[in-house]
Structures are given as structure tokens and as C-alpha cells.
């Protein structure tokens, strides 16, 4: 942390602020004595806030640059797969090979879920939305495991994180079975997890399924380029809970809640939607057009980042990948000749380059697994799966940092000032 100082002159007054310097990226000015001198610093949307102190993931915007534990995003998606990930986000290195097979070991084993929850199912109409179910199931969670939770003990906060990880996809694929009327299938030991994933996802007991290769690695890639991106507002949701103590299990389905959002992981149902109600390269610039509309509430979903202005990594392995599932699956999506084309003419629309709207990894993601057999509404629960990693990853680095406070920001008062109260007859 470097000795530089900020000077702020406000009024009559010139406050002394350090400035804190990390591994990489902007240098942080340190307020939290500003408080005294009668001043609050004021950034609704934290669009240049810095919340915490991280060493988990890096993010260069100008340079469209990912890094997990400083391992860069385009190597771990080509040589790595998500348990690695989940291990180094988790324990802050890679694995050597025998911590991989152990951490593995441990996972495969945590994948079943109490059967009573089989029970909160029921109590959903058919036709939830997949995410609403997502999201009462995994703060059920809550309820089978926390009479006996000390979330100050590092033991028992990885030991929810293992918990949470493993059985993301058991319930993700629970919420899938009960939309379709489909019974439940068991986790298998036997698979890998992206293959269990699409086992308890489309097997059924009236005859196997077999896994295509090709689309567990692209199911792998997908949980890989979705596992955590830095303070982004899910994350940061789960922080603030986890940050009064609360059950670890009910902090995760805080950050299900969050992530639906369509400015947020929702963008990918939303973006798919969007290019099913564009339908034909025809009318790709009348959508254009009511993108740039400032009188229209419109936006093209799947495209700008808050942090990205250059492009989104994981957008770009995700391309790749959308090739590679879809010439191997032999599918030949219209919708996929939609999407390159409002890509080819957004990227040379000036408008888009000048907002620095470059396609998100939720742009070709949705096709993906489209591709894959997924429905629309899935992708979400898909999304917050892979997610799961990365937040829990954060509460647990959160609640290691010694003099940890509960997250309380202050406001700028708007409101009427004191004013009598006149007690009507009732
Ligand atoms: C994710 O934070 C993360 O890291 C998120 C994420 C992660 O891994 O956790 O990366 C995952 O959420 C990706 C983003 C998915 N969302 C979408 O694809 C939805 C569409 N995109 C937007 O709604 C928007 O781009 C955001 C929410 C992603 C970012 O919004 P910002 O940073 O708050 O920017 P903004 O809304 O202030 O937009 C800046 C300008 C505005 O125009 P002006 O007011 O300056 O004239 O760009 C315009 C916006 O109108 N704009 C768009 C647009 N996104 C922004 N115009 C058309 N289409 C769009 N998609």
C-alpha cells in the first residue's frame, strides 16, 4: 500500500486522505475517516466505489482482461475445467494434482440434497419461473444447515462453500424436472460435474442418456466463464448479507435474487428473447435504431458492460465455443445468424463504439446452451449455478479479513426536515 496522499478542499476545510495502492488497476482513495470532517462521499450505482479488498479477481475494462488468482480467463477456459477454477477461487492457488483429485473426491460426495427438500418443491405451481423456485430452495438450505454454523470458523465456511457448490447443480436441475413434470434424477459419482450436471438435466427412467463430449466440455467452458467477476452487484450482494453474519445459505439465494435481473445475469434469457422477437436478419435495424431511441426504453440485451469498454473476454471464448457446440451438434440456428449480424453491424455502428457496447458473455452464452437443449428460462439458473463459486468464494474471504465490519452505508437526506405532527381523529 503505497504512502500517497489525497488533499480535499471542501469549504474551509482541506482533509488528508491516503491513498491505498493494490496489485494492479486504479489506486483507491481511503475515506473511511471522512465521516468526522461532516462530509460522506455520494456514489449511487458505486460507479467508482471501491467496496472491499480483494485478492480473488481482476478485472481490466480498458484492456478487456480477466484474471483468477492472476491465472488469465482465455487459459483457464481452454485448459482448465470448473473444479480447478472453483478451487483456486476458493483457496487462492491451483491445485496440484492430488489436491485436485481430493477436492474433487469431496465435491462428487456433497452432491445429494436432504430428500425432505424434494417436499418445498411441491409447495411451487407448476409453471414457476425456474429462478423463483432457485431461489426458495437455496435459502431452504438454511434450514437443514444451521443450528450448529459458526461462520467464523474456517472449517465450517468451506465446508458450506463444498456443500454449495456441489449441490447447485442437483437443485438447478431439480427446478428444470419440476417445470417440465419430469421426476427428479439423482446425482451420479460416476460423472464428471458438468456431466452429472446434464445427467440429472435430461436423463430420464425410461432410458439412458448419453453425454455428448463435445457439449460437456462446452457445458464445463460455460460454468467456467460465469464463475466470478469481481464486485459485480451479485456478488456485492452477497457480501453485504454475509457481512452481518448471517446464514451462509440464505446469503447465496440473496445473490440468486440479485442475479435474475435482466441488467444483470436475467441478460441472457432476456437477450435470447430479444433475438427471437427480432426473428429474421431483416429487422435487425429497426432494434438498432430503438436502441439508440433515448425515448425508448429499449436496450440490446447481451451487449455493454459497466466495466468492460473494450470487450468482454468471456465473450470471445464464449463465441468460440458457440461455433464449436454448434458445428459439432450440426445445428444450424437462424437465431445464430441473427446474433452475428447484429453483432457485425453493432460493432460497426458508431453509436455502439462510442457507448463501447461490445457483446457481454450473456450475448452468446444464451445461444449456447440453446444449442445445448436448454430452455430460455433456465439460463439464469444456469448462470447463478456457475456464480455460486464465486460468491461464496467472496463471503468466505470476506469473514477471513481480520476487523471485518458490517456493510452500513450513509445517504445524502433529501426528505422534509423536522416538522410537528398533528394527530388526526381516528
Ligand atoms: C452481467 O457487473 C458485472 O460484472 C456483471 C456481469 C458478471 O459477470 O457478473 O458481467 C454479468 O450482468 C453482464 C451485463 C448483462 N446485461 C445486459 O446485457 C443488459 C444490457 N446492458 C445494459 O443494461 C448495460 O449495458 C449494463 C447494465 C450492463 C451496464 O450499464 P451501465 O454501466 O450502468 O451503463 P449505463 O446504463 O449508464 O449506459 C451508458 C449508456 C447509456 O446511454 P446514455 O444515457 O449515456 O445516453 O449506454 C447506453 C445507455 O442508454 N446503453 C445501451 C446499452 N447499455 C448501455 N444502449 C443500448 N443497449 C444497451 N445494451
Not at 458450506?160 to 427428479?184: D, E, W
Not at 439465494?253 to 435470447?272: D, I, K
Not at 447484429?342 to 457507448?355: G, H, N, T, V
Request: with cysteine; aromatic share 10%.
Amino acid at each position: 500500500m503505497a504512502d500517497q496522499k489525497a488533499i480535499l478542499k471542501a469549504g474551509d476545510k482541506e482533509i488528508e486522505l491516503p491513498i491505498l495502492s493494490g496489485t494492479a488497476g486504479h489506486d483507491v482513495i481511503d475515506v473511511r475517516k471522512l465521516g468526522a470532517s461532516g462530509y460522506f462521499t455520494f456514489d449511487p450505482g458505486f460507479m467508482a466505489t471501491g467496496s472491499c479488498e480483494s485478492a480473488i479477481t481482476y478485472i481490466d475494462g480498458a484492456k478487456g482482461e480477466l484474471l483468477h488468482r492472476g491465472f488469465d480467463i482465455e487459459s483457464l477456459a481452454r485448459d482448465s475445467d470448473y473444479l480447478e477454477v472453483c478451487y483456486m477461487l476458493l483457496h487462492g492457488d491451483a491445485p496440484s494434482s492430488d489436491e485436485y483429485q481430493d477436492f474433487k473426491r469431496t465435491i462428487t460426495r456433497h452432491t445429494m440434497v436432504h430428500d425432505q427438500l424434494n417436499m418445498f418443491f411441491h409447495g411451487f405451481r407448476n409453471d414457476a419461473h425456474p429462478m423463483a423456485m432457485l431461489c426458495g430452495t437455496v435459502g431452504a438450505l438454511s434450514s437443514f444447515y444451521h443450528s450448529d454454523l459458526d461462520v467464523n470458523s474456517e472449517t465450517q465456511r468451506l465446508r458450506s462453500a463444498h456443500r454449495l457448490i456441489a449441490k447447485m447443480p442437483t437443485l438447478v436441475a431439480m427446478c428444470y424436472k419440476y417445470n417440465i413434470g419430469q421426476p427428479f434424477v439423482y446425482p451420479r459419482n460416476d460423472l464428471s460435474y458438468a456431466g452429472n450436471f446434464l445427467n440429472m438435466m435430461f436423463s430420464v427412467p425410461a432410458e439412458d442418456y448419453k453425454i455428448s463430449p463435445a457439449v460437456e466440455r462446452a457445458m464445463d467452458r460455460i460454468f467456467i466463464l460465469h464463475a466470478d467477476h469481481e464486485q459485480n452487484a451479485s456478488t456485492s450482494t452477497v457480501r453485504l448479507a454475509g457481512s452481518s453474519g448471517a446464514n451462509p445459505y440464505a446469503c447465496i439465494a440473496a445473490g440468486v435474487a440479485s442475479l435474475w435481473g435482466p441488467a444483470h445475469g436475467g441478460a441472457n434469457e432476456a437477450c435470447l428473447n430479444m433475438l427471437e422477437e427480432i426473428g429474421t436478419v431483416d429487422r435487425i435495424p429497426e432494434f438498432i435504431a430503438r436502441a439508440k431511441d433515448k425515448n425508448d426504453s429499449f436496450r440490446l440485451m447481451g451487449f455493454g458492460h459497466r466495466v468492460y469498454k473494450n470487450h468482454d473476454p468471456r465473450a470471445t471464448v464464449m463465441r468460440e465455443s458457440c461455433h464449436e457446440v454448434l458445428d459439432e451438434l450440426k445445428i444450424d440456428d437462424p437465431l445464430l445468424d441473427v446474433a452475428m449480424e447484429l453483432e457485425r453491424i453493432a460493432l460497426s455502428d458508431d453509436y455502439f463504439a462510442e457507448k463501447k457496447l461490445f457483446p457481454n458473455v450473456d450475448f452468446y452464452s444464451g445461444i449456447v446452451l440453446k444449442a445445448i437443449g436448454i430452455p430460455t428460462n433456465m439460463f439464469t439458473c444456469i448462470f447463478a449455478l456457475s456464480r455460486t463459486v464465486g460468491w461464496i468464494s467472496h463471503w468466505h474471504e470476506m469473514l477471513s479479513q481480520p476487523g471485518q465490519k458490517i456493510g452500513r452505508p450513509r445517504q445524502l437526506y433529501t426528505g422534509s426536515a423536522h416538522r410537528e405532527y398533528k394527530p388526526i381523529k381516528k
